[in-house]
């Protein structure tokens, strides 16, 4: 029986939860599979490996090749509306795609945990995953068994505005600004901040968000390769938003807002951009909740 898999955008960090805190955004990558077929395959714009291979085919093989088994021939056709290397996670949808449709293709060898486990072998962290995998907003905490994920409670009507820049940003530059020392001072200002924002998404406290969502340890780094990011950031602020971050690794802003107030936010961000002569598009969109879903079959168990 044929089924397609459609896994939402993320955006990691969320300001202070580096490689921990992530959100999944209304974008989506879609994999259709069709059992039994001639193995041919057609795959949207997205993420490639250095030897060519796409990351949905990669990711499937991957879950096959840690099972010790061997994926039946099928037709894999992918399409997606999540921009790459934008800092939206496309990378964590094609990974978490290409796993769950090879999972399933062989018969749900594993459960949604091992197979978050699988992908952040190859992602490294798992923030973006655990967004991709659950939706909503998640914390990915890595611990000496693999990751503790949780879906966190979001007790306030919320929507989001993007502003994507045409231009790329490459994850492995935007991580070797970061430093791997941390001073004290800023240890406790992201840590106080994590706990903050937990607490106002939990608790409903949108007032909170504002400093919730700021951070000490990466962005201040990353700004120096994206001119726009503070007045960005500012603007969006300026104009309503609860708060706002980094997206990812970047070059995309993420503000979260009221759904009221996302498309002036939108707007503000835009005009911000353009003041830096920044290509870009500023968008709305909302928290996705379902994570990623295999239609067409039964629903999977968070097993
Ligand atoms: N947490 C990651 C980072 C997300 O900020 O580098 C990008 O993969």
Redesign the pocket.
Known sequence: MSFRVVVPASS??MGPG??SMAIALSRYMSITVEPGSDGDSANAQQDQLTDGRDMVTYAMQYLADSVGRTLPPASVRSRSDIPVAR?MGSSAAALVGGMLAGNQLLGEPLGNKELLQLASHVEG?A??LAAALFGGAVLAVPVSSGHITVELDINMELSAAVLIPKQIGF?TD??AVVPTQVDRADAVYNASRCALLVHALSTGCPELLGDAMQDRW?QPYRSALYSHMDSVIAAARGAGAYGASLS??GPTILALCHPRKSATVAEAMKHAADRHDVDCSAEVVTIDTAGAQILGLKKRSNG
């Open positions: 990691a960090n580096f490689d800092g962290h923030d973006n994850t935007a991580r990466h990812g690794s």
